[in-house]
């Protein structure tokens, strides 16, 4: 063998690539196990490799011999620990990196847990970096072995915390101590209702001493431990999963929350290092709103706003984006994802227009309830937003939702993208049916020539009716050459998808200017996998999709016979 295969660090590089090549679990372990066989110092390296990370305690009872079966999905010791087993056990638990608790692999029951920590070194993972801790619903008891795996080194805790038990409680405020490197703690809460906040008051007094924290994901926060939370100097990342209590005090008697909302304002400033805010909530959107307006030109590079409130307006969406315009730096701000789940509200192209200062924006997703009066775009509104990001990769707006009647979003909306040149997926409920909008795109005095070569994906959502199937073939194929995919999500048994479907797997690869599959509509007889399918077969298919919903083609071209010159008419028959 050469010496170079012998030398720790290309070792180390060739068992990375085949940790991050391989396209199973199965596969990277078979592999690492070959490896190990190898020779002693190929054996040393892959071992660091397979016992990097390891889901469960029940991984370290297996590599003693002889010590265990499995007996209904329950891991039983058939002996008692001996010296010999732990020497065994110290050749593996350095290396572990990552180790997670779970509801997977077979059960270890208490006594087991107590027989290795009790037997064994403290902590029992000297090394450990990540830990999660997500026992199942009937292993609660399991908690107070968290501490025999809080390594000096772990970076990364990962626990679901009953707040209503004082101990459990009572842990998380020493846990700094012991482990002052971690910088992303995930608290979960067993027993936690939306209606019913009960243990959330005890989050008040956790987060003092943890100052090193630059990712924090919580059920939910108290105004105190927000208070805490808002002094974090180094605090990058914030998601709080079910916002309920953010601005109710948690001591008891003080109703009176003007104290601590003194204490926020104090800080100078809120969370001086926030770059990612995540909230879910089901409560009425100015929980979120009050909280964007505690930031002073924060440089958030993203934002999540998950919202379901039956009782928010339009101005009260309106004020959001307001806010977040004048409290976060415009050229910091890349990713923006909201979603509203009130089937009644209303979200005019007016809520938008504050997020038109943010210059950097990248990332753009606004669904609404289908039920909803969703966001129509006109050629003129389509064009302020691409020339206000001019960074835009990813644009979806309430593809789920088009009942708008008296407005709708034409295929005119889409002429401003083939400007937008770093644009790769839009989401956008059109009415291709627009009479208006043919006669206008018809015109022969239009400037023609400009296509866009980024744009791969367009889904049209659900509410996006359409007809004159040739014509908007011909429209996108010349407008987006490159379009892989026209994603639908009604119902496959739906006209509306159907047809979109038609349009996406058969005309688009007869028209030449893509790479589209051709693959199964939904129905029987769809064409097979390929980027030119027969001239029988797209009559077939042409013939079954009209059968259903009736002719839908475009008269004009069919007459004019405008197909491309390579594609017989009776394509289109």
Known sequence: MDRCLSIPEILHLIFCDIEKESRSEREKYRTLLSAASVSHAWSQVALDYLWRSICGVHCLIRCMPNLWTIVDRELILTRSLKASDLHVLEKYTPRVRTLIVGSSGPIVPLWVYQALLLSSQHPLLPNLEVLEWRPSSDQVNYFPFVRSFMASGLKDLELVVNFKEYDQVSFLTIVPRLCPNITRLCLGMTGYRDTLAVGVENFSDIFHDWHNLTTLVVTDLTLDGLVCVAAMSSLRSLEIQRAKCLWKSSLSGDKDPTRLLNALESLNPPFPALQSLEITTRMPVAIVTNLLALLRNAELIRLTVS?????????????????????????????????????????????????????????????????????????????????????????????????????????LALLPIIKCTKLRHLGLSLDATDAAARRVLRDPGRPKGQRNYTLRTLDVGIGSPISHKEFVAKFLSESFPNLDDIASDGSPDSSTTRRWRYVARVLLPLLGGNQMECGNMGFEGAVGRTANPVKGSAREWAEKVEKMDGDWSDPEIIRANLATPDIDSDWFD
């Open 307 to 411: 919202v379901d409130s039956i009782t928010d307006t339009v101005d009260d969406l309106a004020k959001l984006f307001l806010v977040l315009a004048e409290h976060c730096d415009h050229g910091s701000l890349k990713k923006i994802i909201f979603g509203h789940s009130n089937p009644r509200v209303i979200f005019p192209f007016l809520v938008l227009q504050p997020l038109l200062q943010f210059s950097a924006l990248q990332y753009i997703d606004i669904e609404l309830s289908p039920a909803a009066i969703g966001l129509t775009v006109s050629e003129n509104q389509m064009l302020q937003m691409v020339s206000a990001w001019p960074d835009i990769r990813v644009l979806r707006i309430t593809p789920d939702a088009g009942r708008n009647l008296n407005s709708p979003t034409t295929l």
